[in-house]
Nanobody
C-alpha cells in the first residue's frame, strides 16, 4: 500500500507564498510521475503541475511563472513552491503519484486559501 501525506497548506494574503510538500511512503518503488492537482468549490479537479522521474515539468497556464514543482527522489517527496498567490488559487490541493506500472494514488488534500 502507498500513502501520500501532504503538508504546507494554509491561509495567506494575495501576493504571498506557500510551499506544499507531499511525502510518499509504503511500497513506493518505481514512482514515475509526481504532481499536484487542485479543486476549487464547484469546479472540477485540475492539474496544477507534474514532474516525471526524468524529464521536464509541466504546468497549467494559470500558474506558469508563479509556481515551481520539484522532487527529491531519495526522500520520495514532491514540492510545490507557490509565489504571487492570487485569490483564484484558492482550492484543495491534492498530491498525485503514478507508478511505471500504471498504478496511481492520491493524497488526502490540503486547503490553500488566498484572501484579497
Amino acid at each position: 500500500q502507498v500513502q501520500l501525506v501532504e503538508s504546507g497548506g494554509g491561509l495567506v494574503q494575495a501576493g504571498e507564498s506557500l510551499r506544499l510538500s507531499c511525502a510518499a511512503s509504503g511500497a513506493v518503488f518505481s514512482i514515475d510521475l509526481m504532481g499536484w492537482y487542485r479543486q476549487a468549490p464547484g469546479k472540477q479537479r485540475e492539474l496544477v503541475a507534474a514532474i516525471p522521474t526524468a524529464g521536464i515539468a509541466n504546468y497549467a497556464d494559470s500558474v506558469k511563472g508563479r509556481f515551481t514543482i520539484s522532487r527529491d527522489n531519495a526522500k520520495r517527496t514532491v514540492y510545490l513552491q507557490m509565489n504571487s498567490l492570487k485569490p483564484e488559487d484558492t482550492a484543495v490541493y491534492y498530491c498525485s503519484t503514478v507508478f511505471f506500472d500504471g498504478r496511481g494514488y492520491w493524497g488526502q488534500g490540503t486547503q490553500v486559501t488566498v484572501s484579497s
